[in-house]
């Protein structure tokens, strides 16, 4: 099969129902180009916001969750903002994160989803993002162990930086809330 | 007025000044604040980002603390802002999804800004500010999260915002026109993608530089510190412009004075503002 080709994949239901059930009405998309011309990260993504929208009307899942970007969409929710037809773009490209993270599919820009792994890491351990703790988990997963050095130390000198974390008092709650609390019923 | 407030973790890192400016201003105005119990990071913007239950219960857990307390919550932070609106909005809709019994439907979520520029408030900013912020042209810069989705947020005018202008102009600032004042800065890939971050920043600081801003201030402790620190990096060309948060400027307006610690926290150079200190000082010392 061609991989250029463009054209509806009837069979992927399950892609298109779990987008109903999060109220994002992607079929609504009339292309008329208003979420591409505001996004601030346009210039460097492969597929373009509108491009997103129309291949997940197609269902075309394999090419949205493999694109880089999915990962590098910063959630500004300018797109869906101004979207005519009140579609939630930006719920759109958290659905597809997630979902590539679930299908194990390997990201575009792995750096990313290390950094989200590191800031819920160190959430799930204390309770609140300890900094400190993310930067360093980020740089050893990421290797991008020389990047913002010097960033780093003067935020450190300037006592931007806290040197321990800080736990809350109910962890069990935030285990629980990480464990899976809802996932039961896969919704 | 008694309010819960929720620092969230950036105010208690990386913007512990922005934290104690808050405080500071919140006292001199007559405003309680009772920082929210054994609060837990709201998961901005990684966990939304990648998982929608965790992105949803996490700020879920701080609201069903704060309903509680039966007081509306004060956020300073944009992003912990935004998630505990989304939160609220998503048990509102559907409570038994979210395991909720009984949630108190008159909490109210109120970002920094709405609150200080609430026509009395900002009058009484005005009545108490000692020394007015002259010479401070000042682009005032939203960036996305304390409006952005509307729907989320309440917003009342997500593309042309006043609030911030109104309180700069309550210190005695002078608001520019510009161009960039929601635009993003990508703050949330700052880390990953440096060089998304600077593109970005430049082209934010270069519009508010165009404008004829001598300095930028917001209310979101994550383009506050972005903005400030990618500027410093990109180092091309133009001097880079200070970030000061609101409610800093409140502060140094109200007391008088915008001390040595205040200053050094900057990762650029606050001078500008410094400056109205240090000409207020001689001109009072040569007057005696």
């Known amino acids: ?187 | 007025m008694r309010l819960s407030y929720y620092p969230g973790c950036s105010l208690h890192g990386t913007a512990q000044d922005y934290d104690l400016s808050v405080q500071e201003i919140c006292k001199k105005l007559g405003i309680d604040l009772v920082e929210l119990q054994d609060w837990n990071c709201c998961g901005a913007s990684s966990a939304h980002m990648t998982d929608h239950e965790i992105g949803m219960r996490l700020p879920i857990r701080n609201l069903m603390i704060a309903q509680e307390t039966g007081q509306d919550i004060l956020v300073p932070c944009a992003a912990c802002f935004q998630r505990l609106c989304a939160a609220d909005k998503a048990i509102k809709k559907n409570p038994e999804y979210w395991d909720i019994k009984n949630y108190n439907n008159e909490t109210k979520i109120i970002h920094i800004s709405t609150l200080l520029s609430q026509p009395d408030i900002l009058e009484r900013i005005a009545t108490l500010t000692s020394r007015p912020l002259q010479d401070l042209k000042i682009a005032c810069y939203y960036g996305c999260l304390s409006l952005r989705h509307p729907k989320i947020t309440g917003a009342v005018n997500p593309e042309m915002p006043e609030t911030l202008e109104n309180i700069a102009r309550a210190v005695g600032a002078e608001p520019v026109m510009w161009s960039h004042r929601t635009e993003c800065c990508s703050g949330s890939l700052t880390m990953a993608r440096p060089d998304i971050a600077e593109k970005l920043v430049g082209d934010i600081a270069a519009a508010a530089a165009r404008a004829g801003a001598n300095a930028m201030v917001t209310d979101c402790p994550m383009c506050q510190a972005n903005v400030e620190s990618r500027q410093a990096d990109s180092a091309g060309g133009q001097k880079p412009l200070p970030v000061f948060f609101a409610t800093e400027l409140i502060a140094a307006a109200l007391s008088g004075d915008y001390p040595k610690k205040q200053q050094k926290v900057h990762l650029v150079s606050p001078d500008v503002l410094t400056n109205i200190f240090v000409q207020s000082h001689a001109t009072r010392e040569g007057a005696a």
Request: net charge positive; proline share 4%.
């Open chain 1, 1 to 187: 099969m061609n991989n250029n080709v463009i054209s509806p994949e009837r069979e992927n239901r399950k892609f298109l129902n779990k987008l109903e059930t999060m109220n994002i009405d992607v079929h609504a998309c009339y292309q008329c180009g208003r979420c591409s011309s505001g996004c601030p990260v346009s210039d460097f993504f492969d597929l373009k916001v509108m491009e997103v929208v129309r291949l997940a009307s197609y269902g075309m899942e394999d090419i949205l969750l493999k694109s880089n970007t999915i990962w590098l969409c910063a959630s500004c929710e300018t797109c869906a903002t101004r979207c005519p037809n009140d579609i939630e773009i930006a719920s759109l490209m958290d659905v597809l994160r997630s979902l590539a993270l679930k299908k194990g599919i390997t990201p575009a820009q792995p750096r990313i989803p290390i950094f989200h792994q590191s800031m819920l890491d160190s959430i799930k351990r204390w309770g609140r993002a300890y900094e400190v703790g993310m930067i360093v988990g980020y740089k050893f997963r990421s290797g991008d162990y020389l990047g913002d050095m010097k960033l780093g130390m003067d935020m450190f000198k300037k006592g931007k930086l806290n040197i321990l974390p800080h736990s809350i008092k109910e962890k069990a709650e935030i285990k629980e809330i990480f464990s899976g609390k809802g996932k039961e019923y896969d919704r």
